[in-house]
């Protein structure tokens, strides 16, 4: 059974930078397709980006796109979130995902389409 284990949050001024890493345990992540999503108080969890495993293929909101970089280390497995130039309005739970890369398909931007889910960290950006 796949497990994701996230770390990387915390608190940043407005204008600096965090790297959030989501770690495979259980299961390596070959055949999976990863994404990131978002979930501020009061709001839905929204998709912030995602990378196919095997392709390296990115997607990304379009409110994070040219700031946030998703990529990947084969050797570790794990997964990266590398945000840059980050707003007050970035704060909130982000949350490390996969599922495999048939059953995500063209919803990748869908929180529905994924199993398997991190514990959620935590982002502040102060203004």
């Known amino acids: 059974q796949l497990q994701l284990l996230e770390s990387g949050g915390g608190l940043v001024q407005a204008g600096g930078s965090l790297r959030l890493s989501c770690a495979a345990s259980?299961?390596?992540?070959?055949?999976?397709?990863q994404a990131w999503f978002r979930q501020a108080p009061g709001k839905e969890r929204d998709f912030v980006g995602s990378?196919?495993?095997?392709?390296?293929?990115?997607s990304y909101a379009h409110s994070v796109r040219g700031r946030f970089t998703i990529s990947r280390d084969h050797a570790k497995d794990t997964v990266y979130l590398q945000m840059n130039s980050l707003k007050p309005e970035d704060t909130a739970v982000y949350y490390c995902?996969?599922?495999?890369?048939?059953?995500?398909?063209?919803?990748?931007?869908?929180?529905?389409?994924?199993?398997?889910w991190g514990q959620g960290t935590q982002v502040t950006v102060s203004s």
């Open positions: 259980g299961h390596r992540f070959s055949g999976y397709h």
């Open positions: 990378i196919v495993w095997s392709t390296g293929r990115t």
């Open positions: 995902a996969a599922d495999w890369t048939g059953n995500v398909g063209s919803t990748y931007y869908h929180p529905g389409s994924y199993a398997y």
